[in-house]
């Protein structure tokens, strides 16, 4: 069973445009992290959230944690094709627990 | 500032054999981490350490699979023997401290390794 569920899987999406991928989960977690991966690289880290409720801006990217603290989102608006990779959210229970990772959301933005 | 180094970046091996991962972390960071990442999957972790001592390896299958960190900061990830399902990305990351709140883990590039 896949603690985190990350959704879509697969995105394809024309330049312009705005999408969101989701991270859901039925555990309770004291902090969530997204990450976004490139081919042949390691995963970089865009973002941690903290408190339920929590919106967190990056430039064109929009992250928010779930009033409970089981899920999260990422949105981003008017994609590039920079934009594209592997978008990997990340959840701690607690300070000192592993972070365990959902299997991500594969974006894909064409020019 | 240099990232975490990882050699070799590609290693092909047959079944059964041997091979052996190393991991250079940043420097003054204590934690260092060694995640799996099969295809299509999000990276799994391996083994903790602090410093040199070992936090986690509850997912370590340690029939087959070792890892160290003598004096702290190197590290060495071991398969043997390896099995057609250990194909992955192995990941190797670090940071400041062990706490995943306000410290942020550092990923390597990464060694794919197949198994044929």
């Known amino acids: 069973t896949q603690l985190l569920e990350q959704s879509p899987q697969f995105l394809s999406i024309q330049e312009g445009e705005n999408l969101t991928v989701y991270c859901n989960s039925s555990s309770v977690f004291s902090s969530l992290q997204w990450y976004r991966q490139e081919p042949g690289e390691g995963p970089v880290l865009l973002v941690t959230v903290v408190t339920g409720g929590e919106v967190k801006k990056l430039k064109r990217l929009t992250f928010q944690f779930g009033d409970a603290r089981k899920d999260s989102s990422l949105h981003i608006t008017a994609a590039q094709t920079g934009d594209t990779g592997l978008y990997l959210c990340?959840?701690?229970?607690?300070?000192?627990?592993?972070?365990?990772f959902g299997k991500g959301t594969r974006l894909s933005v064409i020019a | 500032e240099a990232g975490v180094a990882q050699s070799p970046r590609y290693k092909i091996i047959e079944k059964r054999q041997s091979v052996a991962f190393w991991c250079n972390p940043i420097?003054?960071?204590?934690?260092l981490y060694w995640y799996q990442q099969i295809l299509g999957q999000g990276p799994k972790l391996l083994i903790q350490?602090?410093?040199?001592?070992?936090?986690?390896d509850s997912q370590l299958p340690k029939d087959r699979f070792s890892a160290e960190r003598l004096k702290g900061v190197d590290s060495t990830l071991k398969i043997q023997p390896a099995k057609l399902e250990d194909s992955a990305v192995y990941l190797c990351?670090?940071?400041?401290?062990?706490?995943?709140?306000?410290?942020?883990?550092?990923f390597g590039p990464g060694t794919r390794l197949t198994v044929l």
């Open positions: 990351a670090s940071s400041v401290s062990g706490q995943v709140s306000g410290n942020e883990q550092f």
């Open positions: 350490f602090q410093n040199n001592g070992v936090v986690d």
């Open positions: 420097s003054g960071h204590a934690t």
């Open positions: 990340a959840g701690a229970k607690s300070g000192n627990t592993p972070l365990v």
